[in-house]
Structures are given as structure tokens and as C-alpha cells.
């Protein structure tokens, strides 16, 4: 039966494929897919976990025995039962073995998997005893994956599978031209995937980022979402916020992702895909005819050269900057460098050498094109391994420790990065910016990092660049303070994504307050207005890298305001390119002060 689930569109486009499902769990596990010549062994990791729990109640089965019914109640001898019962019980085993061998998943997600699928059928029971040992069920599997994940998961052998596992997407990507059509799932089968979930990270959504989904769902999430924004950067449709997604969509079921739409289509009736697919070729279409302004300049029709610049996540993202005809990197969020890292079997910071080897590989990717590094965001949605547990019990995380607040907090760390943005800086150049800061004690200390990691080099005799340094305005108190700014700083990079955020007093991550979020309220338009007007009173840059760049709607509006430099994720480069040719901005200045002035700026949009 065909029904719809609704979310919030946050990446274009239609995909339509088989369900893949990520299972909640309250163990992470990390989601990849194995090479072939690895089935028997992630088989052997599976088999020896459950042997492993097994063995562990069978040990408190003969404790009990020895117990008197005073200390050890018959319930819970019937509870060890159960278990022991559920361990041994075929269709666990069975199904596990076959998301391995089929689906090549991970040991931890095929177990994953399977727990969802039988989860449902204890659901589905009318006997309200047997509907209850749904919860015995997800015990005994949280023993496996915590096995798993201790002593039969050494750091050497998640290394290993993580690398296999990268080689086995290099694989599917050589064996596809067309991976969103015509996708690898095991030696026999070939057919679309989208991905359901109820949440993703955003280290989930880099491990997922050169994969072989078409598309996703989430429960949860909102429009500025990190897990929203990598999406936009992969270009994959993707549908946030959808509620109960993941629990009404099955395996293996045929969804429509109408990433326009905001809308999750399940099992499509044969017209309903037949009207999707005639969608999907219009959208492949309109993307074929806006290539071709890929070595256009942006000028405006008055002549007005506007600077498109990309946003990355990872140094190999240079390629798409480039192939979409940006005139340099606007934000390198170097984040990325930092999360994730635990389930690679990597320690729980990166090196000076490893960020070095980073920064330096996109520089050279940009081939000549500036690049500008913001130092590490960690918090928000974007938390560090090891903070993990701390950022899930932080009241409210967006307005902890994150950012630079972080950094500040932790000298050794960020001293390390300066260096090795520093270093780097020597093969292109690079321009470094600063998230968060709102104080003027922040700025100074911040600025005396910078000082102290350019001494070390200087003593050590290691050559560096010239180094401009900017920051971010994304806090109120920053955007009502600028002659401070801009006393200390380079240049100045809007993220208007957080400036709305605390703007407005809303977690932009969550769905239940999305309504609220608001990039045309006018008390955000007139602190990013005076921001713009401030930068050029001064003579200096500014820009905007949030997701308001991307949103060719809001062009026109940024244009009128004075804004000459955009930063966005490729995907959404020529969308914008193509407004900014069609603009005459001598024509912006009336209207845009209308909707500055307006009470409601969307009736003019």
C-alpha cells in the first residue's frame, strides 16, 4: 500500500530506490560495507561475539544455580533462559548471515539490521508476554555489539576493516559511471539504494559521502543541520525531519525520495514512479543545461564581478570546487578532520602531520585558488568521539563548549592546528578564520595562539605564508560589535546558519522548532545588512558561507544588500551563478531597502 511521510526538504533532487535501514541502537555501530573475500570473516567476527555471550550467561546460569532462590529469584534464572533461547535462535543467526553476504554490511549493522526486522514482528503480537521479549532481544544484542566493540575489536583490526571497506566503495565506484542508477549490493544483485535512518552524524555522513546511496531519510534533523548541509554537499536528494520514517519503512521497501518536495514516498504505485522518474529526467535535465555555464564569469548584468566560492568538507572535495568553476575555497570546515576517528581505529586527535598532509593536499588541490581554513567547530551537532557522552548530557550543546570556546580550552590542540595551517600555507594561499568568538578576551587570545605557533615555526626554522585572519559573525553580540571586528581582523565570513540560530533563540537541528527558523526574519536580515555595509565603510572582505549563499531565492536579496562574495557547497554554485547573471544590481537598491523595512520581507521574495 502506497503512503507518504513528510519532513523537510534540505537537498534536491528525486531518488528512487530499495530501503536500506540503519536501526536505532542505544550501542553506536559503525555503517560500512565489507569486500567480498571479507564475508567469512565479518561471518567468523559475528559468530565468535555470539559464542562469546553465550559463554558469558552460561557462566551466570551456573552462579544462579548455586544461589539460593532467596539471593537469585526464579525470574531471573527464566530471564537467563530467554536469553540464551534468543542467542541460539536461527533467525538471528540466519538473517545476520545474510545482510553479510548478500548486502556485504558490516558484522554490527547486519546485527543491527536483523534486530529491527525481528523487533517488528514482536510488535506485531497480539500476546502482550511475547510482545514484551522485544526488550530481552535488544539485551542480548547490545551484549554482541559490546563484545564486539571491547575485546574482539582490537584498534588494529578496525584499521583494517576500515580500510578494506574503502577500498570496496573505490570499487563500486570504478564498476559505475552512474552510481545513483546502477548500484553494487553483493556479486548477483544490482539495484538503487536509499538510506533510512533516524539519525545520521556527521561522521556517519562522511563515511556514507563516496558511497552508493541515490538518496536518505531521517527522523530527525533540521534545514541547517549538519547532517542537511554534507547532504547538500553530496548532491543526493535527502528528506529531514520525517518523524517515524525508519519505523513505518521497511526493508527492502521501494521508496521515492523527493528531496523538493520534502516528501518520503513509500512503496509508489506504478503511476505515482512513472511521474517520478518523468521528475527525476526534468532534474537531470536542468542540471545538463546549467553545466554549461560552468566557465562563465559571475558578473552581473551591470557588470558587477560577485567571487563564488566552495565549501569543503574533506581535502579530495577540491575536485568538485574546481569542476564547478569556484574562484577559491570560502570555508574548509577542518572539523571533519577531527570526527570519526575512533571507528577507524585512529587516535582520538590528528596529528600535526596529518592535518598538515590535509591543508596541504587541498591547497594543491585548488591549484593555485586561495583557501580559507576555519579552525576546528567541534560541538552541536558536531561532536568529538570522546565527548560524545558529555555533548548528549549538555542541556543544550549549541551553547556549550564548542568552537573556539574549545579550542581555547584545549592549547595544545589548537596550537597544533595553527602550526599546521601554518605550514601549509607555504604551497598556496591560504586564509584562516576563526568560528564563534564574541569577546574581545577571545580575540586576544586567539590572536596570541596565532603569535605563538608562528614563534615556534620561526625558532624551529619551518617557512610559512602570509596568513590573513578572519572571523566568523555568526553570534548577535559579534554582529553588534563590529568596528571591534574589524579593528583585529582581515576580513569577516557570515555563518549565517548559527547568526539565525541564536538570533532567533532556536536549535537549528531540531525539527520540532523548524518553523522557526528564519533566514528572511528581519532582525536577521538587518544584523547581515549592517555587517555587509560595515566590511566595505572599512575596506574589508566580507562574505557569506552559510547555507543562505546557497539558496538562489535569496540572491537577488544578498546582491541589493552589497554582497560580493558567496561561499556554498558546489553542488549549489551554478543554481546561483545563473540568478547572478540575470541581475542588474542597479537596480536592487529600492527594493532591497523595502524589505529591509518590512515587518514581513517574505511578501517580496
Known amino acids: 500500500m502506497t503512503f507518504s511521510v513528510r519532513g523537510l526538504a534540505v537537498a534536491q533532487g528525486i531518488a528512487i530506490g530499495r530501503a536500506v535501514l540503519i536501526a536505532s541502537s542505544r550501542v553506536d555501530v559503525a555503517h560500512y560495507f565489507i569486500a567480498a573475500d571479507e ?6 567476527r559475528i559468530r565468535v561475539g555470539r559464542n562469546a555471550v553465550i559463554e558469558e550467561l552460561g557462566r551466570l546460569q551456573h552462579s544462579v544455580s548455586q544461589m539460593s532462590r532467596k539471593e537469585a529469584p526464579h525470574e531471573l ?65 547490545e551484549r554482541i555489539l559490546r563484545y564486539m566493540q571491547g575485546a574482539a575489536a582490537s584498534l588494529a583490526e578496525l584499521g583494517k576493516t576500515e580500510t578494506s571497506s574503502t577500498a570496496q566503495k573505490q570499487a563500486l565506484r570504478d564498476k559505475h559511471q552512474h552510481p545513483q542508477q546502477d548500484l553494487l549490493l553483493g556479486d548477483t544483485v544490482d539495484v538503487p539504494l536509499v538510506l533510512i535512518a533516524h539519525d545520521l552524524s556527521p561522521a556517519d555522513m562522511l563515511q556514507f559521502k563516496q558511497s552508493v546511496f541515490a538518496g536518505f531519510a531521517t527522523d530527525v534533523g533540521g534545514k541547517t543541520s549538519h547532517t542537511a548541509i554534507v547532504a547538500r554537499s553530496m548532491n543526493i536528494p535527502a528528506v529531514v525531519g520525517a518523524r517515524t520514517a525508519s519505523q513505518l519503512i521497511r526493508q527492502d521497501d521501494w521508496v521515492i525520495i523527493d528531496g523538493d518536495a520534502g516528501v518520503v514516498i513509500v512503496d509508489p504505485s506504478p503511476i505515482i514512479l512513472a511521474e517520478y522518474n518523468f521528475k527525476k529526467r526534468q532534474g537531470e535535465l536542468e542540471r545538463t543545461r546549467l553545466a554549461r555555464l560552468r566557465n562563465t564569469a559571475a558578473i552581473t548584468l551591470d557588470g558587477q564581478k560577485i567571487e563564488l566560492l566552495a565549501n569543503i568538507e574533506q581535502p579530495e572535495d577540491a575536485a568538485a570546487a574546481l569542476n564547478a ?28 602531520e596529518e592535518q598538515f598532509d590535509a591543508y596541504k593536499s587541498a591547497v594543491l588541490g585548488m591549484q593555485g585558488l586561495p583557501v580559507t581554513i576555519r579552525t576546528v567547530d567541534i560541538g552541536a551537532d558536531k561532536p568529538l568521539d570522546r565527548n560524545e557522552k558529555a555533548q548528549e548530557t549538555h542541556l543544550n550543546p549549541a551553547l556549550g563548549l564548542r568552537a573556539i570556546r574549545w579550542s581555547l580550552s584545549e592549547p595544545d590542540m589548537f596550537i597544533t592546528q595553527l602550526r ?12 584562516l578564520l576563526v568560528p564563534m568568538l564574541c569577546a574581545v578576551s577571545e580575540i586576544q587570545q586567539t ?123 558546489p553542488a549549489q554554485i551554478l543554481t546561483v551563478k545563473q540568478q547572478i547573471l540575470r541581475t542588474d544590481t542597479s537596480k536592487l537598491s529600492d527594493w532591497t531597502q523595502r524589505v529591509l523595512n518590512s515587518e514581513q520581507p517574505q511578501e517580496f521574495i
Open 325 to 352: 568553476g569556484v574562484v577559491g575555497v570560502g570555508l574548509f570546515r577542518s572539523e571533519f578532520l577531527f570526527m570519526g576517528r575512533e571507528a577507524k581505529g585512529l587516535s582520538a586527535l590528528p596529528t600535526e
Open 39 to 44: 564475508v567469512e570473516s565479518e561471518i567468523e
Open 420 to 431: 599546521a595551517i601554518l605550514r601549509a600555507s607555504s604551497f598556496g594561499q591560504i586564509n
Open 77 to 141: 534464572a527464566a530471564m537467563l533462559d530467554v536469553h540464551l533461547m534468543l542467542l541460539q535462535d536461527d533467525m538471528l543467526s540466519d538473517g545476520v548471515r545474510h545482510w553479510i553476504s548478500e548486502r556485504h554490511y558490516n558484522a554490527e549493522w547486519a546485527l543491527t539490521t536483523q534486530l529491527e526486522i525481528i523487533s517488528r514482528q514482536f510488535d506485531e503480537m497480539e500476546d502482550p508476554y511475547l510482545r514484551e521479549r522485544k526488550a530481552d532481544l535488544e539485551q542480548v544484542v
Open 447 to 569: 590572536l596570541a595562539a596565532i603569535a605563538q605557533a608562528k614563534k615556534q615555526l620561526d625558532d624551529e626554522g619551518i617557512a610559512y605564508g602570509v596568513v590573513p585572519v578572519g572571523a566568523m559573525i555568526e553570534i548577535p553580540a559579534a554582529a553588534l560589535m563590529l568596528p571591534t571586528f574589524l579593528k583585529y581582523f582581515d576580513f569577516l565570513s557570515l555563518g549565517t546558519n548559527d547568526l539565525i540560530q541564536y538570533t532567533l533563540a532556536i536549535d537549528r537541528a531540531d525539527e520540532s522548532v523548524s518553523y522557526l527558523y528564519d533566514p528572511l526574519h528581519p532582525a536577521v536580515l538587518r544584523l547581515i545588512a549592517n555587517t555587509i555595509e560595515q566590511g566595505q565603510l572599512q575596506g574589508k572582505s566580507v562574505s557569506v558561507c552559510g547555507e543562505m549563499a546557497g539558496d538562489a531565492s535569496l540572491t537577488k536579496l544578498l546582491l541589493g544588500m552589497g554582497l560580493r562574495s558567496f561561499s556554498m557547497h
